[in-house]
């Protein structure tokens, strides 16, 4: 008797969630629910009870009543000059009325609407998919009250002059001054430098870029509107509205199809002097091909590159990715990794300078494993990218003993009895008198002139002493990808004309990355404004631009670009929200993938296309010399959607 209660409960459960699922499809998408409906409804009395008037009735009221606002929609687009491929099936679903032929009407209607739907569904799922994206941008934050007392408050109500906390990990919600100790702040989202910079009291930092470091207080210079992050907002909405309307594959074969049916119906008139011509004319040349082959195959697609961890928010991202002829990346965080890695360890003689034997006893390895070692206390992403680096190396690492940080500059302790200091330059200086050490004056100037010429080289310079002596310094780098170059020669192939790059930070650095990946064109030490405009004028040449970037700098310029793609994973919600494609895993490999899939994608839709409107002309030539009724036009126009939707679902 329990199980028998638990099963009903279960079941009653069951049916609530789909009564609410099915509530929900008809509030979405009323009119084809309501059309099919009606149809069998209409299908049970006029067949089933052999009531043909009642049939008839149910098919013309749900004929008016979801006729009608697929008229109006199609004429509204018709007054704004937006030629469409609804005008072919709006005048059968009008010449239906006018002749009283209510079934092949609702078919329209049905088919009309349900492609429709499919495209609504499509972008409703790909939308879904961001929502965790959006919760990235600046929202809270922590305004101290007194020397106790610190409340959260939101980004909106912060007041020039505020006093704010920004604690580790913290998004600095508005432009700022900073009041207390030194900060060390990753701004590469905004000025696409990879490397953090340490910023010291008195000194302004920008809302959009994240505290690395230890929680430091700031006094609010801006408003949230009138902050950078909001800056590049608002350059992202000027961006969107200035973009052209795009023409959609349907509507641009509806151009060329819609003369064609108009002037079959005239033959058909002329013919036969008889309306019923003109509707089976239309029933038949209504360009199911262009309603179903493209939202079918684009939701198709759009599901496949889902699985690959790729969002697309719309069908006409697929259609325009197909188009494109250049595609263009920001630099730091797409086509690099965005974090510092360890690129190379140096050992040093005595003299400071960078030798292959430093004849002091110790090896590279020697010089990793004691780096790492100490540095595996430290949460610093160099440190955290030596460590990893040590760890990969040499799996397990000694705790240091009497570790010491001192924020953004360097560390010291001890390493199975040795002095390690680890850190910039000037924390070994300040820690330790180099000259000193060895007794030899030239030895700052040898030193310092190996760390100058790695850094105009664009390395990230970290000495290491041990025990007195400084014994090696370790490169870090923001590395290229893995598969990037690759990925640019996939894309040649593929029927990209040019890729560029496009990044804030400076000529050496882009130089030397765009050699190694072998790019056509760069552009370096740009702004925010200065990639939309790089965009704007690819754009204007090649008619068709593909941008992929990760920070907030790349937003507008993402908006700007026919299609934007944005590195979701460990990007920033207003690049996400600016693009029209998301990169949900950290691979900008997969850009692709997508193309790939956006090509077949629109390979089918066109084989869709050219085969149904092939065979809708050949019924609308038999049908203008009387010969197919408007009822079987109707049926024969729903053989030719399934047979258009089994092809298109290939697309999977």
Same mark, same amino acid.
């Given at each position: 008797?329990?199980?028998?209660?638990?099963?009903?409960?279960?079941?009653?459960?069951?049916?609530?969630?789909?009564?609410?699922?099915?509530?929900?499809?008809?509030?979405?998408?009323?009119?084809?629910?309501?059309?099919?409906?009606?149809?069998?409804?209409?299908?049970?009395?006029?067949?089933?009870?052999?009531?043909?008037?009642?049939?008839?009735?149910?098919?013309?009221?749900?004929?008016?009543?979801?006729?009608?606002?697929?008229?109006?929609?199609?004429?509204?687009?018709?007054?704004?000059?937006?030629?469409?491929?609804?005008?072919?099936?709006?005048?059968?679903?009008?010449?239906?009325?006018?002749?009283?032929?209510?079934?092949?009407?609702?078919?329209?209607?049905?088919? %009309?609407?349900?492609?429709?739907?499919?495209?609504?569904?499509?972008?409703?799922?790909?939308?879904?998919?961001?929502?965790?994206?959006?919760?990235?941008?600046?929202?809270?934050?922590?305004?101290?009250?007194?020397?106790?007392?610190?409340?959260?408050?939101?980004?909106?109500?912060?007041?020039?002059?505020?006093?704010?906390?920004?604690?580790?990990?913290?998004?600095?919600?508005?432009?700022?001054?900073?009041?207390?100790?030194?900060?060390?702040?990753?701004?590469?989202?905004?000025?696409?430098?990879?490397?953090?910079?340490?910023?010291?009291? !008195?000194?302004? #930092?920008?809302?959009?870029?994240?505290?690395?470091?230890?929680?430091?207080?700031?006094?609010?210079?801006?408003?949230?509107?009138?902050?950078?992050?909001?800056?590049?907002?608002?350059?992202?909405?000027?961006?969107?509205?200035?973009?052209?309307?795009?023409?959609?594959?349907?509507?641009?074969?509806?151009?060329?199809?819609?003369?064609?049916?108009?002037?079959?119906?005239?033959?058909?008139?002329?013919?036969?002097?008889?309306?019923?011509?003109?509707?089976? #004319?239309?029933?038949?040349?209504?360009?199911?091909?262009?309603?179903?082959?493209?939202?079918?195959?684009?939701?198709?697609?759009?599901?496949?590159?889902?699985?690959?961890?790729?969002?697309?928010?719309?069908?006409?991202?697929?259609?325009?990715?197909?188009?494109?002829?250049?595609?263009?990346?920001?630099?730091?965080?797409?086509?690099?990794?965005?974090?510092?890695?360890?690129?190379?360890?140096?050992?040093?003689?005595?003299?400071?300078?960078?030798?292959?034997?430093?004849?002091?006893?110790?090896?590279?390895?020697?010089?990793?494993?004691?780096?790492?070692?100490?540095?595996?206390?430290?949460?610093?992403?160099?440190?955290?990218?030596?460590?990893?680096?040590?760890?990969?190396?040499?799996?397990?690492?000694?705790?240091?003993?009497?570790?010491?940080?001192?924020?953004?500059?360097? #560390?010291?302790?001890?390493?199975?009895?040795?002095?390690?200091?680890?850190?910039?330059?000037?924390?070994?200086?300040? %820690?330790?008198?180099?000259?000193?050490?060895?007794?030899?004056?030239?030895?700052?100037?040898?030193?310092?002139?190996?760390?100058?010429?790695? %850094?105009?080289?664009?390395?990230? #310079?970290?000495?290491?002493?041990?025990? !007195?002596?400084?014994?090696?310094?370790?490169?870090?780098?923001?590395?290229?990808?893995?598969?990037?170059?690759?990925?640019?020669?996939?894309?040649?192939?593929?029927?990209?004309?040019?890729?560029?790059?496009?990044?804030?930070?400076?000529?050496?650095?882009?130089?030397?990355?765009?050699?190694?990946?072998?790019?056509?064109?760069?552009?370096?030490?740009?702004?925010?404004?200065?990639?939309?405009?790089?965009?704007?004028?690819?754009?204007?040449?090649?008619?068709?631009?593909?941008?992929?970037?990760? !920070?907030?700098?790349?937003?507008?310029?993402?908006?700007?670009?026919?299609?934007?793609?944005?590195? !979701?994973?460990?990007?920033?919600?207003?690049?996400?929200?600016?693009?029209?494609?998301?990169?949900?895993?950290?691979?900008?490999?997969?850009?692709?993938?997508?193309?790939?899939?956006?090509?077949?994608?629109?390979?089918?839709?066109?084989?869709?296309?050219?085969?149904?409107?092939?065979?809708?002309?050949?019924?609308?030539?038999?049908?203008?010399?009387?010969?197919?009724?408007?009822?079987?036009?109707?049926?024969?126009?729903?053989?030719?959607?399934?047979?258009?939707?089994?092809?298109?679902?290939?697309?999977?």
């Amino acid at each position: 008797m329990q199980k028998d209660i638990v099963i009903n409960k279960n079941t009653l459960i069951r049916i609530y969630y789909k009564s609410i699922i099915s509530i929900s499809l008809v509030k979405k998408y009323p009119i084809p629910i309501f059309a099919i409906v009606g149809l069998f409804f209409g299908i049970i009395c006029h067949y089933g009870l052999n009531d043909e008037e009642l049939g008839h009735l149910i098919w013309f009221i749900v004929l008016i009543i979801g006729g009608l606002p697929i008229i109006y929609e199609t004429v509204k687009g018709l007054v704004h000059r937006h030629f469409v491929s609804d005008i072919v099936a709006t005048l059968a679903i009008i010449t239906s009325i006018v002749t009283n032929e209510a079934f092949p009407g609702v078919i329209i209607v049905i088919m %009309q609407s349900g492609g429709k739907a499919l495209e609504d569904y499509a972008f409703r799922k790909a939308t879904n998919s961001l929502d965790e994206l959006m919760a990235r941008s600046p929202k809270m934050a922590h305004k101290k009250i007194n020397d106790q007392n610190v409340e959260d408050i939101e980004v909106k109500d912060i007041r020039v002059g505020d006093h704010l906390v920004i604690r580790p990990g913290d998004l600095i919600p508005v432009d700022g001054i900073i009041i207390s100790s030194n900060a060390e702040i990753d701004e590469s989202s905004v000025t696409g430098e990879p490397l953090s910079k340490i910023r010291r009291r !008195g000194e302004e #930092v920008f809302s959009g870029t994240v505290n690395i470091g230890n929680a430091f207080e700031i006094n609010a210079k801006r408003i949230s509107e009138e902050s950078q992050y909001s800056k590049i907002v608002k350059l992202v909405k000027k961006a969107r509205e200035d973009k052209a309307p795009i023409q959609r594959m349907a509507d641009k074969y509806a151009l060329l199809f819609t003369p064609i049916t108009l002037a079959m119906c005239g033959l058909g008139w002329i013919l036969t002097q008889n309306a019923q011509t003109v509707l089976a #004319v239309l029933v038949v040349a209504t360009p199911c091909p262009l309603i179903f082959a493209t939202p079918v195959a684009i939701i198709s697609g759009i599901n496949k590159a889902s699985k690959q961890g790729i969002i697309v928010k719309s069908g006409a991202a697929i259609e325009q990715i197909d188009r494109a002829k250049v595609v263009v990346f920001d630099k730091t965080g797409t086509i690099t990794y965005g974090v510092p890695i360890v690129e190379d360890v140096l050992l040093l003689n005595k003299y400071g300078i960078n030798v292959t034997d430093n004849k002091l006893g110790y090896t590279t390895d020697d010089i990793l494993f004691r780096s790492a070692s100490l540095e595996q206390m430290s949460s610093h992403p160099s440190a955290q990218a030596i460590t990893n680096a040590g760890r990969k190396k040499f799996h397990n690492l000694p705790l240091p003993v009497n570790f010491a940080e001192e924020a953004g500059l360097g #560390v010291k302790g001890f390493v199975n009895g040795e002095h390690v200091m680890v850190g910039s330059p000037s924390f070994i200086q300040s %820690q330790f008198d180099m000259t000193r050490a060895s007794g030899l004056p030239n030895l700052k100037n040898n030193l310092l002139k190996t760390i100058s010429d790695l %850094q105009n080289n664009g390395k990230m #310079v970290v000495l290491v002493n041990i025990d !007195g002596t400084n014994s090696g310094i370790i490169t870090l780098s923001d590395k290229i990808r893995e598969g990037v170059v690759t990925m640019i020669q996939d894309l040649k192939k593929s029927g990209i004309k040019k890729t560029v790059m496009l990044t804030g930070d400076s000529l050496i650095n882009a130089r030397s990355i765009s050699k190694q990946v072998v790019l056509d064109e760069f552009k370096y030490d740009l702004l925010p404004e200065d990639k939309v405009n790089e965009v704007k004028k690819i754009n204007e040449n090649y008619k068709g631009v593909i941008m992929i970037g990760d !920070g907030i700098n790349d937003a507008p310029a993402l908006t700007t670009a026919t299609v934007g793609i944005a590195m !979701g994973a460990k990007g920033t919600a207003v690049s996400a929200e600016a693009a029209d494609v998301v990169l949900l895993v950290d691979d900008v490999t997969k850009v692709s993938n997508i193309i790939q899939i956006s090509k077949r994608t629109i390979n089918i839709v066109k084989q869709s296309i050219f085969v149904g409107m092939g065979i809708s002309l050949i019924l609308m030539i038999i049908a203008s010399f009387g010969l197919i009724p408007p009822s079987i036009g109707a049926l024969l126009q729903e053989v030719l959607d399934i047979g258009v939707i089994l092809n298109a679902l290939r697309a999977r």
